[in-house]
């Protein structure tokens, strides 16, 4: 009977599936192609009413497979998306985009920016408000690459020098790439969404045509707009822009204070406590000690040098003046039931001490305050330093005796 076809063919399409599925589980790739063609083979013509038909799975199976199989080339790839695109007319900008994305993964920049422009003029019925987002995707793309021959004309003129600018053919083509690169990211960035590289790459047109305003507009609009996701990197990039204008400590402060909030395991923490540590007002002081020891609670961090310097040169201060002492408390309440395993065992004791002495001379001062004199890290990288007849080891040893009763009143 009909019904009795439908459901045998339902079973055995699934049935395929499944082991298609298996087989890229496995990255048995020719497996899996062999298995995709059965499964278009058989296909009927009645799926319009599944959620996702055949079309979409052999367009994602398919590229899966083609990407990674042994035998397949970037023509018969090439051959595949043009087919996928005619295949399901309401997905050809997406297949358009994933085709693009493949040829500029191998070098092919020449045919992707011709494959962008061939599906910016391509039209199909009303232009739906999900099209009209992956028409601005496509254009983007497009901005993208006339941004790296600008880029790349930019930087032929600037090794020539004044000979090279003189040449004003040259000149007017890296001008047109920039006006073309411009208008194109101009419009993809003032959608809300993240569009990190889009923005990096307006930003230096702008800046290298000297329009800073528009710049510290774009930066200031996509770190700041609440129409837009959280994104670390929106205040990355404001706080380098404003550190290449030579903007004041107060602005660049404010930037890395947000990005602190969002990730505190951020690379830039080691600036900001630098720039919180200079400061006059205590408030600020206090803030880059919280900085950095938050900083190094992350695993991320353990070995980082530069870090335990930062925060074995604040303590070392506070010790010395036998101010805000409560500031350590404050910090080290919350810590000292899981750092003495995790930053201060034996074990890392030696490690840091065969690998890097100078980590281990500053982690040796945090951890001979924090936990003093009988630290078992203090003790070993101590001893080691002294051993080795090493000045500073010997100073080392004899600024936390000497102050061993800060750690009583830190231990509490």
């Not at 048995?28 to 599944?50: G, I, M, N």
């Not at 500073?392 to 102050?403: A, D, P, S």
Request: some cysteine; hydrophobic content about 35%.
């Amino acid at each position: 009977s009909s019904n009795e076809h439908k459901l045998n063919f339902k079973k055995s399409k699934e049935a395929c599936l499944s082991y298609i599925q298996d087989a890229l589980l496995q990255k048995q790739w020719k497996r899996a192609a062999e298995f995709l063609t059965c499964y278009v083979e058989s296909l009927e013509k009645d799926y319009s009413r599944e959620h996702i038909g055949p079309s979409e799975i052999i367009w994602r199976i398919g590229t899966e497979i083609l990407w990674h199989h042994s035998q397949s080339n970037m023509k018969e790839f090439n051959c595949f998306m043009e087919q996928m695109k005619t295949l399901g007319v309401k997905r050809y900008l997406r297949v358009c985009l994933e085709h693009v994305f493949h040829l500029l993964c191998n070098g092919q920049i020449d045919e992707a920016y011709q494959n962008l422009s061939l599906a910016e003029s391509w039209r199909f019925g009303e232009q739906t408000a999900i099209q009209d987002k992956e028409m601005k995707l496509i254009q983007a793309y497009r901005g993208l690459l006339d941004y790296y021959s600008w880029s790349k004309q930019k930087n032929i003129l600037l090794e020539n020098g004044e000979d090279g600018f003189s040449d004003l053919a040259v000149e007017q083509e890296m001008h047109g790439y920039f006006r073309k690169a411009a208008v194109n990211l101009k419009e993809i960035i003032k959608i809300p969404g993240v569009w990190d590289v889009f923005v990096k790459c307006y930003v230096d047109l702008l800046e290298f045509y000297g329009d800073h305003n528009e710049a510290r507009q774009v930066l200031n609009e996509y770190a700041y707009n609440s129409k837009f996701p959280a994104n670390p990197n929106a205040h990355v990039y404001l706080y380098q822009f404003l550190k290449r204008q030579g903007e004041s400590k107060k602005s660049l402060i404010s930037a890395l204070k947000i990005l602190h909030d969002i990730v505190p395991s951020h690379e830039l923490m080691i600036d900001f406590n630098t720039m919180l540590q200079k400061s006059k007002k205590r408030k600020k002081r206090r803030l880059g000690l919280e900085v950095i020891f938050t900083a190094l609670d992350y695993a991320g961090w353990k070995e980082n040098a530069k870090a335990w310097s930062c925060l074995a040169r604040q303590v070392k201060q506070i010790v010395i003046s036998e101010k805000h002492l409560d500031w350590i408390k404050q910090e080290w309440n919350s810590r000292k039931d899981w750092w003495p395993a995790f930053h201060f065992s034996r074990y890392l004791a030696k490690r840091n001490w065969q690998e890097n002495k100078s980590l281990s001379y500053e982690k040796a001062l945090v951890a001979g305050i924090l936990l003093g004199k009988d630290c078992k890290y203090f003790k070993y990288v101590s001893h080691q330093g002294c051993k080795a007849q090493l000045k500073r080891f010997r100073m080392l040893k004899k600024f936390v005796n000497r102050h061993n009763l800060v750690y009583l009143r830190i231990s509490g």
